[in-house]
């Protein structure tokens, strides 16, 4: 018996997901079959793009890419606001299936999870992978790859090969076929600084950086180069994080302004509106905070942060923003803010929450109030309540949604 790694990846995660959701509500038109983008406002026609469909793709529209320039490319493209609370549901819908199949599974992001297997041949493997990709599209509605291999590298690379709806092996003998032969740019850590020094050493595909010196690599580009060399040569080793055996470091939520600002009311009102979101999903996860930052981003690029440890720690969404306020005005060197960021970290179980003399006097209250608050918006929407603050504002009262901070993310080991 041998170890198998299988990668899990749903087929433009929020597009499919928003599309079977409004097949399931009686729409006639599947998202999937038309030019659609996922992201932004509709009405404004302001913002980035989060999914697109396959026909959008067609059209050489890039995820991450501004609606405005979208709209360029293909000017009846569908246009539809993200609804994390719909797709949070259908993430832990196939969650719970895959953890039908094995007790050893990854959360890596909202729309990925490794899962590894022991088996005798491959042939086995891959009947097991078409199984679960069946079971899932039968069930939820929505495609996925499955990507198989000895490692996890290996695994994820394979599942990046043709889409939607296939399950592709990368084995360390096929990596010369089937890896070496793409691009450097979409190996795993090499990112867009990475490659204008690689293409200078003469590196384009995957294949020339697995067969470059190791040494020159080294020396040009230190541990780094080392990383990615054995990435490109398939060398890679770390086992299945589970989901208990990993922890969340923090939860963050931020913001491109639609226009630069350069008054600090303007900025509070967004600054309240991340740490809504924030602190949703603090309580969302049964966590508490102890440390509060403020990041802001000017508009000539420069970018600072201020932090700010609570004397005890919470889950209240007015007393981290009190906290937000604080650094904020600390933090502001005046000058115009392009992007707005809120993070809590130092989290710690609420299970047995630690009362001070400094709380709000009516502080149980409150957090049922937050609870309550809580499950109406994940129920009809986020904007079902909403701080009189926000009434004939243009600021949204919520910003963000479900960050993928909630599931350990890849770091250097996979």
Same mark, same amino acid.
């Given at each position: 018996?041998?170890k198998?790694?299988?990668?899990? *990846?749903a087929n433009?995660?929020? +597009?499919?997901?928003?599309?079977?959701?409004?097949? &399931?509500?009686g729409? &006639?038109?599947?998202?999937?079959?038309?030019?659609?983008v996922?992201?932004?406002?509709?009405?404004t026609?302001?913002?980035?793009i989060?999914?697109?469909?396959?026909?959008a793709?067609?059209?050489?529209?890039?995820?991450?890419?501004?609606?405005y320039?979208?709209?360029?490319?293909?000017?009846?493209?569908? %246009?539809?606001?993200?609804?994390?609370? !719909?797709?949070?549901?259908?993430?832990?819908?196939?969650?719970?299936?895959?953890?039908?199949?094995?007790?050893?599974?990854?959360?890596?992001?909202?729309?990925?999870?490794?899962?590894?297997?022991?088996?005798?041949?491959?042939?086995?493997?891959?009947?097991?992978?078409?199984? !679960?990709?069946?079971?899932? $599209?039968?069930?939820?509605?929505?495609?996925?790859?499955?990507?198989?291999?000895?490692? @996890?590298?290996?695994a $994820?690379?394979?599942?990046?090969? $043709?889409?939607?709806?296939?399950?592709?092996?990368?084995?360390?003998?096929?990596?010369?076929?089937?890896?070496?032969?793409?691009?450097?740019?979409?190996l795993?850590m090499?990112?867009?600084?990475?490659?204008? @020094?690689?293409?200078?050493?003469?590196?384009?595909?995957?294949?020339d950086l697995?067969?470059?010196?190791?040494?020159?690599? @080294?020396?040009t +580009?230190?541990?780094?180069?080392? =990383?990615?060399?054995e990435?490109?040569?398939? !060398?890679?080793?770390?086992?299945?994080?589970?989901?208990?055996?990993t922890?969340i470091?923090? %939860?963050?939520?931020?913001?491109?302004l639609?226009?630069?600002?350069? &008054?600090?009311?303007?900025?509070?009102?967004?600054? =309240?509106?991340?740490?809504?979101?924030?602190?949703?999903?603090?309580?969302?996860?049964?966590?508490?905070?102890?440390?509060?930052?403020v990041?802001?981003?000017?508009?000539?690029?420069?970018?600072?942060?201020?932090?700010?440890?609570?004397?005890?720690?919470? *889950?209240?969404t007015?007393? %981290?923003?009190?906290?937000?306020?604080?650094?904020?005005?600390?933090?502001w060197?005046?000058?115009?803010?392009?992007?707005?960021?809120?993070?809590?970290?130092?989290?710690?179980?609420?299970?047995?929450y630690?009362?001070?003399?400094?709380?709000?006097?009516? +502080?149980e209250?409150?957090?049922?109030?937050?609870?309550?608050?809580?499950?109406?918006?994940?129920?009809?929407? @986020?904007?079902?309540?909403?701080r009189?603050?926000?009434?004939h504002?243009?600021?949204?009262?919520?910003i963000?949604?479900?960050g993928?901070?909630?599931?350990?993310?890849?770091?250097?080991?996979?």
């Open positions: 018996m041998k198998f790694y299988f990668h899990i *990846d433009s995660a929020y +597009l499919s997901w928003e599309a079977v959701y409004r097949l &399931q509500q729409e &006639q038109i599947d998202l999937r079959d038309i030019p659609s996922i992201g932004g406002n509709p009405k026609r302001k913002g980035i989060l999914a697109k469909s396959i026909p793709k067609n059209y050489n529209i890039q995820t991450g890419e501004t609606l320039k979208a709209l360029q490319k293909c000017p009846n493209l569908k %246009i539809v606001s993200p609804n994390y609370h !719909i797709y949070m549901k259908a993430s832990n819908a196939m969650h719970n299936i895959l953890k039908e199949y094995s007790p050893n599974i990854q959360r890596f992001s909202i729309d990925e999870s490794f899962l590894d297997f022991n088996f005798s041949n491959r042939t086995d493997s891959i009947k097991l992978a078409f199984k !679960i990709k069946e079971r899932i $599209k039968r069930e939820l509605g929505f495609t996925v790859n499955i990507g198989i291999s000895s490692n @996890k590298l290996l $994820k690379v394979a599942s990046d090969f $043709k889409k939607p709806d296939n399950i592709h092996t990368l084995f360390p003998d096929e990596i010369e076929e089937k890896m070496w032969p793409l691009p450097v740019d979409v795993f090499v990112g867009r600084a990475t490659i204008p @020094k690689l293409h200078r050493m003469g590196i384009y595909t995957i294949g697995a067969n470059a010196n190791l040494d020159y690599l @080294k020396y +580009l230190k541990s780094h180069g080392k =990383l990615i060399w990435y490109a040569n398939g !060398i890679e080793s770390s086992g299945i994080r589970s989901d208990k055996s922890s470091k923090g %939860i963050g939520n931020s913001t491109t639609p226009r630069d600002i350069d &008054q600090s009311k303007d900025a509070l009102m967004y600054l =309240l509106a991340l740490t809504e979101m924030v602190t949703m999903r603090l309580r969302h996860n049964k966590k508490l905070c102890k440390v509060v930052v990041s802001i981003k000017n508009t000539d690029l420069s970018h600072y942060s201020h932090q700010m440890t609570l004397i005890s720690p919470t *889950d209240d007015n007393i %981290i923003y009190d906290a937000i306020k604080t650094l904020f005005h600390q933090a060197h005046s000058q115009a803010i392009r992007h707005l960021g809120v993070r809590v970290t130092s989290l710690v179980d609420n299970d047995n630690q009362y001070s003399i400094f709380d709000h006097r009516n +502080l209250n409150l957090r049922k109030l937050n609870s309550t608050i809580d499950d109406l918006r994940l129920k009809y929407g @986020k904007d079902i309540i909403l009189s603050t926000f009434l504002k243009k600021v949204k009262p919520i963000g949604g479900v993928e901070d909630e599931y350990k993310m890849m770091s250097s080991l996979l």
